[in-house]
């Protein structure tokens, strides 16, 4: 199982991304997906995860600002963040979890600047 995420990059504050993860691989349809994220310096924490049975988990610093999207065919997961602000700068990584296993994406870099 690999997970390919994308869609980092520089934004001014104010501005959006939107990042996405391909799974590929044979996994379990009873699942999550999300993303997390590590700011330097600091641990990683989660941002937003969805499951495959439709619920959903946003962090409150994010919530209202970025929303979580997966599309349980293609085994992807999408990340719209708007109104990013310079905190929000971080690696943000995507993960799978199905039961007793727990795979990571190996990071895109989102900055923001002032």
């Known amino acids: 199982v690999q997970l390919q995420a994308s869609g980092g990059g520089l934004v001014q504050a104010g501005g959006s991304l939107r990042l996405s993860c391909a799974v590929s691989?044979?996994?379990?349809?009873?699942?999550?997906m999300g993303w997390y994220r590590q700011a330097p310096g600091k641990e990683r924490e989660l941002v937003a995860s969805?499951?495959?049975?439709?619920?959903?988990n946003v962090a409150d610093s994010v919530k209202g600002r970025f929303t979580i999207a997966r599309d349980n065919a293609k085994n992807s997961v999408t990340l719209q963040m708007n109104s990013l602000q310079p905190e929000d700068t971080a690696v943000y990584y995507c993960r799978l979890g199905v039961t007793g296993r727990t795979y990571w994406g190996q990071g895109t870099l989102v900055t923001v600047s002032s």
């Open positions: 969805a499951s495959s049975g439709g619920s959903t």
């Open positions: 691989g044979r996994i379990s349809r009873i699942n999550v």
